[in-house]
């Protein structure tokens, strides 16, 4: 939520910075280590569109959730 809350640059550019702050170290993890294993492979664009997915997802939910609060104040 602290994503969703305090971005400091438009949405979308946030949302990239987050999402490639994530799936680098996923894909090094994965494609260099046994800590992480996929079972039906890997691609690491997989990962990148539903990281970007969950953000606008988490956004909608906390609008939805903060609308009344938002209309007192």
Request: no cysteine; net charge positive.
């Amino acid at each position: 939520m602290f994503w969703v809350r305090y971005s400091p640059m438009s949405r979308i550019k946030w949302a990239f910075l987050w999402t490639t702050l994530l799936v680098i170290p996923e894909y090094f993890l994965e494609h260099y280590t046994d800590t992480i294993e996929y079972h039906s492979g890997y691609k690491w664009y997989h990962s990148y569109l539903l990281w970007l997915i969950s953000w606008f997802i988490w956004y909608q939910f906390h609008k939805w959730f903060y609308k009344d609060y938002a209309k007192k104040y």
